[in-house]
T-cell receptor, first 114, second 115 residues
Framework: DAGITQSPRHKVTETGTPVTLRCHQT?????MYWYRQDPGHGLRLIHY???????DKGEVSDGYSVSRSKTEDFLLTLESATSSQTSVYFC?????????????FGPGTRLLVL | AQSVAQPEDQVNVAEGNPLTVKCTYS??????LFWYVQYPNRGLQFLLK??????LVKGSYGFEAEFNKSQTSFHLKKPSALVSDSALYFC?????????????FGSGTKLNVKP
């Protein structure tokens, strides 16, 4: 899994509560991403980061925020969880290698919002 | 915007037979195309990529993919399927925006290989 860990791996929470998911990498990669995976939609980009304190929105960023205070950690926060945010969340990394750049994924976090 | 389409939600094949998982793409400029595989309760694993050069790209676990520019396709293939190949397969395209690479994924194709 390219030195990427995600925590927690499973979480059940209630509507309206804040939730924070953590992605940790050990190989000093510059670029990090958060995706959600839902049936019929493949993977959709939520937010991404191109360095410490440098983040930007992806295609489905509403209701989510991120922070990256250290190279190795990229946090995804659901500010007030809703049932529509029940999903599997994947963190990914990539290195800037010009045309050879490839993404590698963490093991995922399964989130259920009741 | 760049995009990929996987027209089949599911592909069924018998063990030992050849398999094909289809992907078509829509890009402006040079396409950078990828295949990933996902086993149950796991993250996506990189299989192979096409950047430039030979149209037939070889990857992990005996998989290969054929890039066809005229048909805008990048189909994943394997000459002889194994039961252990049963998984979810994703095609992806990489786009360069403001000096940053973004990846766009298809909706996935579930491959079932029966003994």
């Amino acid at each position: 899994d390219a030195g990427i860990t995600q925590s927690p791996r499973h979480k059940v929470t209630e509507t309206g509560t804040p939730v924070t998911l953590r992605c940790h990498q050990t190989e000093n990669h510059r670029y990090m991403y958060w995706y959600r995976q839902d049936p019929g939609h493949g993977l959709r980009l939520i937010h991404y980061s191109y360095g410490v304190k440098d983040t930007d929105k992806g295609e489905v960023s509403d209701g989510y925020s991120v922070s990256r205070s250290k190279t190795e950690d990229f946090l995804l926060t659901l500010e007030s969880a809703t049932s529509s945010q029940t999903s599997v969340y994947f963190c990914a990394i990539s290195e800037e290698r010009g045309s050879q750049e490839t993404q590698y994924f963490g093991p995922g976090t399964r989130l259920l919002v009741l | 915007a760049q995009s990929v389409a996987q027209p089949e939600d599911q592909v069924n094949v018998a063990e030992g037979n050849p398999l094909t998982v289809k992907c078509t793409y829509s890009v402006s400029g040079n396409p950078y195309l990828f295949w990933y595989v996902q086993y149950p309760n796991r993250g996506l694993q990189f299989l192979l990529k096409y950047i430039t050069g030979d149209n037939l790209v070889k990857g992990s676990y005996g998989f290969e993919a054929e890039f066809n520019k005229s048909q805008t396709s990048f189909h994943l293939k394997k000459p002889s399927a194994l039961v252990s190949d049963s998984a979810l397969y994703f095609c992806a395209v990489r786009d360069r925006e403001y000096n940053f690479n973004k990846f766009y994924f298809g909706s996935g194709t579930k491959l079932n290989v029966k003994p």
